[in-house]
């Protein structure tokens, strides 16, 4: 990791899966395994119906709970929504934004993904925003170019005071579910990519914003890529949903 001003931070996203039982099953283990966690900063993200109930087993636990996604408008005639307000009352401190999942399977355009962060930070909420190129734009040398655009759609408006709260995840849409993690120089040279594109738009507190990673992050190539010097931090999917796995991955041996 590149800079200790940076507390690395590590979070689960579960998607779609856990009923309230099981998430209480897994937080749980979590919350007995990684009481002394304090050199990183740690989350879970349920599905919006666990929220409430996860947070209050994890009171007085240094673990935190996110939201995978809020609406940017506090309250109104909405139907189906969650906004980051009523994350908040049910317990979370963090919350995803621009997941590709969200942007791919529900349309989720840069404008929203702006207007969700703005809600987020107003709120008080740590946003997670999420940027990631799909295959065929890394195969079409676009990496950068998307990327670049998904972050200046995200920060939009955002002053330089505001942003350093903002954690943004890379998330190469390539690798997300399917094995095939980035390489760490890969991953790197994005994180560094992104890291610059900050500092021009928002200057020297680009340097204390965190960079996860996200996309097949394991218990055995997590280490590797912490040691990349603009990685800061994991977002981690399919191995988040195990608690053998995701206190491995937390507890990721230093180099
Ligand atoms: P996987 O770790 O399952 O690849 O998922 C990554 C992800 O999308 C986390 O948000």
């Not at 590590?10 to 039982?21: E, P, S």
């Not at 636990?61 to 609406?71: F, N």
């Amino acid at each position: 990791m590149g800079n200790a001003a940076r507390k690395p931070i590590i979070v689960g996203n579960w998607k779609l899966q856990k009923t309230i039982a099981q998430a209480l099953e897994l937080v749980t283990e979590l919350k007995n395994a990684l009481t002394q966690v304090r050199d990183v900063e740690v989350g879970v993200a349920p599905v919006f119906t666990a929220i409430a109930s996860v947070a209050k087993r994890l009171e007085g636990t240094p673990i935190a709970v996110a939201g995978q996604d809020c609406y940017w408008e506090d309250a109104g005639a909405f139907t189906g929504e969650v906004s980051a307000p009523m994350l908040k009352d049910a317990g979370a401190s963090h919350v995803i934004i621009g997941h590709s999942e969200r942007r791919h399977l529900f349309g989720e355009l840069d404008a929203a993904v702006n207007l969700k962060l703005k809600a987020a930070l107003r709120t008080g909420l740590v946003p997670i925003v999420c940027v990631g190129e799909t295959e065929k734009e890394r195969d079409a040398g676009e990496t950068m170019g998307r990327v670049g655009a998904q972050l200046d759609g995200a920060l939009a408006g955002i002053e330089a005071d505001a942003a350093g709260k903002i954690v943004i995840a890379y998330e190469p849409v390539w690798a997300i579910g399917t094995g095939r993690t980035a390489t760490n120089a890969q991953a790197q040279e994005v994180h560094a990519f992104i890291r610059g594109r900050l500092r021009e738009r928002v200057g020297a507190v680009a340097e204390t914003m965190r960079i996860q990673y996200g996309g097949s992050v394991k218990p055995d190539n997590v280490a590797g890529l912490m040691a990349e010097p603009d990685i800061d931090g994991a977002l981690v999917g399919g191995a988040s949903l195990t608690a053998d796995s995701f206190i491995k991955i937390v507890r990721f041996k230093r180099t």
